[in-house]
């Protein structure tokens, strides 16, 4: 069963950037990947989400402003992402969801804090 591991989480100013991995343990190729994230209070929320055919989808809060790719050869997810604002801060999650049997795996999560 396929481990996921993030990384690239920190504290970055209103405005900044900041860049996401997820690595993987086995290849992602049969998995959706996708970046969700939870800020304190709230429930777990979808960020975006990225197939093997390199079909993209974001919530609309990020639309224009995350990116979302993946590296099949290297089993590995990133979520890049511009113009952070303070209600970006939040643990951000990546997720593998089989494309056959929906069986999820999730990350232990990396947390991002966008303040000044």
């Known amino acids: 069963q396929v481990q996921l591991v993030e990384s690239g989480g920190g504290l970055v100013q209103p405005g900044g950037s900041l860049r996401l991995s997820c690595a993987a343990s086995?290849?992602?190729?049969?998995?959706?990947m996708g970046w969700y994230r939870q800020a304190p209070g709230k429930q777990r929320e979808l960020v975006a989400t990225?197939?093997?055919?390199?079909?993209?989808g974001y919530a609309d809060s990020v639309k224009g402003r995350f990116t979302i790719s993946r590296d099949n050869a290297n089993n590995t997810v990133y979520l890049l992402m511009n113009s952070l604002q303070p209600e970006d801060t939040a643990i951000y999650y990546c997720?593998?969801?089989?494309?056959?049997?929906?069986?999820?795996?999730w990350g232990q999560g990396t947390l991002v804090t966008v303040s000044s």
């Open positions: 086995t290849s992602i190729f049969s998995y959706v």
């Open positions: 990225t197939t093997s055919g390199v079909r993209t």
């Open positions: 997720n593998a969801r089989h494309i056959f049997s929906n069986s999820e795996i």
